[in-house]
Structures are given as structure tokens and as C-alpha cells.
């Protein structure tokens, strides 16, 4: 499975902005697909994740209806939907695929990673 992010960039606080990951490669209905942000001089943290199918989401605390994710199954994409952003959301943001611990919040349990897109966001 290979995975690639983009759609970083800056943004005022506020506003919007849709990452998009680009999977290819073999993956199944039952894969967990993550999003995980990094801030220097911090853990990557847990910020959304949901079934490739499409029939659960699960979100960090600090992004509970601000972020959205979804699957586009005609692209092949992990799409992360942020609206309302703040300054603190400022990280790299990186997509993953879990293939059988189904663990969503773990960045242990997934087996695949994306590069990272870059999110800074100004106030």
C-alpha cells in the first residue's frame, strides 16, 4: 500500500481546508485509514480515522466536529475535511492504513504511512 498526502498549506484561523491522500495498492474494505498530525517538540497525535467502507469514524477530542473524514472510492482517496481551524491545528499531517489490528487511535497499529502535508495555520 503506498499513500500520499496533500492539500497542506497556509490558512487563516477560521477557515477551511480539505488534505486528500491518495492510496494505490492493495486494500481491502475491512483496512482502518488514519489521519495523525505532528507539531515539533510533540507526539503525533490521533486526529481522525474510519473503515475504507466507510462505516465507522472515530475523531480526537480536539477535532470533534470541526473535521470530517471520508472515503472517495471513484478516487481512491482519504479526504479530511477541516473547517473551523485554529492556530493549535498548525502540524504535519500524515495519512496511514491499519490492515488488521483495528485499533484507530494507535499510531502503532498502523502499518502504512503517507510523507506528511504541512498545515500552518496564522491567526
Known amino acids: 500500500v503506498q499513500l500520499q498526502a496533500s492539500g497542506g498549506g497556509p490558512v487563516q484561523a477560521g477557515g477551511s481546508l480539505r488534505l486528500s491522500c491518495a492510496a494505490s495498492?492493495?486494500?481491502?474494505?475491512?483496512?482502518?485509514m488514519g489521519w495523525f498530525r505532528q507539531s515539533p517538540g510533540k507526539e503525533r497525535e490521533f486526529v481522525a480515522a474510519?473503515?475504507?467502507?466507510?462505516?465507522?469514524?472515530w475523531y480526537g477530542d480536539s477535532v470533534k466536529g470541526r473535521f470530517t473524514i471520508s472515503i472517495d472510492n471513484t478516487k481512491n482517496t482519504v479526504n479530511l475535511r477541516m473547517i473551523s481551524i485554529k492556530p493549535e491545528d498548525t502540524a504535519v499531517y500524515y495519512c496511514a492504513a491499519q490492515t488488521s489490528a483495528f485499533k484507530p487511535v494507535e499510531a502503532g497499529s498502523y502499518d502504512y504511512w503517507g510523507q506528511g502535508t504541512l498545515v500552518t495555520v496564522s491567526s
Open positions: 474510519t473503515t475504507w467502507a466507510g462505516m465507522h469514524e
Open positions: 495498492g492493495r486494500i481491502l474494505s475491512t483496512y482502518l
